[in-house]
């Protein structure tokens, strides 16, 4: 099914060097209003908020004092709203800078309300809600980012969004480590809403400001709606 005629080699021998392309990247992203604020964005979420797999067993033993069956309860909600939340996503006819602050908007508040709670069953639905919003700022964010960027250049600013939204895992996972240990899962999430919903408010205002005249290289605004 690959097309050929399509395929974007090198030609130029200096641009096939590593440190050259991934200046190339980082200049892109940097220049690229656009692009640069969703991978900001894609790196406040996912450092402060996609911290489940650190959270998650603490709040079924700890938080709701109950055990395995409970952790995997609050594990397979999360999954299935992350399902659900893909096959709406598949069903957009374009990716959407509405929905992709609208879904941060409601993963950050679903960890927000989830930090007081003490019912197995309410954790479980704001979870399943919290999976729908996650896959909707994702999914989004990452056809934005690859539909804006230039063809030559796509791998590349791709892979700073991947380092963007899996790279900081380790930090995110220290720092909820750190929370739980001050003020157990109550405070991690709590903490995690606030930077969550705080940093999307941000970006989605400067995202709205009208951009300067000299748009970045190989935008694509028809298939990236407002």
Not at 62 to 71: C, E, H, N, S, V
């Amino acid at each position: 099914m690959m097309r050929p005629s399509e395929f974007f080699g090198g030609i130029e021998p200096a641009r096939l060097r590593m440190v050259h392309g991934i200046r190339e990247g980082f200049q892109y992203a940097i220049r690229s209003r656009e692009v640069f604020l969703v991978l900001l964005l894609v790196l406040i979420i996912s450092t402060f908020c996609l911290n489940f797999n650190v959270l998650l067993p603490v709040l079924a033993k700890k938080t709701l004092d109950a055990g395995p069956r409970t952790f995997g309860a609050l594990s397979a909600a999360f999954g299935a709203g992350a399902l659900i939340g893909g096959l709406l996503a598949a069903a957009q006819g374009r990716a959407r800078k509405s929905l992709m602050l609208l879904g941060a908007i409601g993963f950050a508040t679903s960890e927000l309300l989830l930090a007081p709670q003490s019912s197995i069953w309410l954790s479980c639905l704001l979870l399943f809600l919290g999976g729908v919003a996650f896959t909707t700022w994702s999914s989004n964010a990452n056809s934005i980012v690859q539909l804006a960027a230039p063809d030559h250049l796509r791998g590349r600013v791709i892979g700073l969004y991947f380092f963007g939204f899996a790279g900081t895992g380790s930090i995110g996972g220290l720092m909820s480590g750190w929370l739980v240990q001050l003020g157990g899962t109550r405070l991690a999430f709590f903490v995690a809403g606030i930077v969550g919903i705080a940093g999307t408010l941000v970006v989605g205002r400067y995202l709205r400001v009208p951009a300067a005249p000299m748009q970045a290289e190989g935008l694509a605004p028809e298939r990236i709606a407002a």
